[in-house]
């Protein structure tokens, strides 16, 4: 008999057959900054330094440096939310959110101990 089913656990996927666990599919969001001169504007227009915005969500200056040039093309998205709730804008307006799903490499066990001693012997 064909047992199937679906199940999810803080952002987890479980899919299992005949009770035993096929693979585990994660999802991740990120978001992704629209237009980076366009967050740079409205950080000016606020009158805050990129120290002073990086303080305020608890990042780096550098962090906030590479968001506006666009040297960072993905942010976690805790950390866009805090960056439109101090620039007092929706998020949406700054960021798209992105999500990805994150299977595990699946090796067999056999595999995994052959790698394993060769590293010891190393």
């Given amino acids: ?24 599919v994660r999802k ?4 992704k900054v629209k237009d980076p001169a366009k967050l740079r ?5 606020r009158k805050y330094s990129q120290r002073d915005l990086a303080f305020l969500v608890k990042r780096s200056q550098n962090t906030i440096h590479l968001l506006e040039t666009g040297g960072m093309k993905t942010l976690s998205e805790d950390l866009a939310l ?3 709730a101090r620039l007092d804008v929706e998020w949406e307006d ?22 394993a001693e060769h590293k010891v012997a190393s």
């Fill in 41 to 45: 504007r409205k950080r000016m227009n």
């Fill in 94 to 115: 700054y960021f798209d959110l992105e999500e990805h799903e994150v299977v595990p490499k699946v090796t067999n066990a056999a595999h995994s101990i052959q790698n």
């Fill in 1 to 24: 008999m064909l047992y199937l089913s679906k199940r999810f656990e803080k952002g987890i996927l479980i899919m299992r057959h005949n009770r035993r666990t096929l693979s585990i």
């Fill in 28 to 31: 991740e969001t990120w978001m």
């Fill in 82 to 84: 805090l960056i439109a």
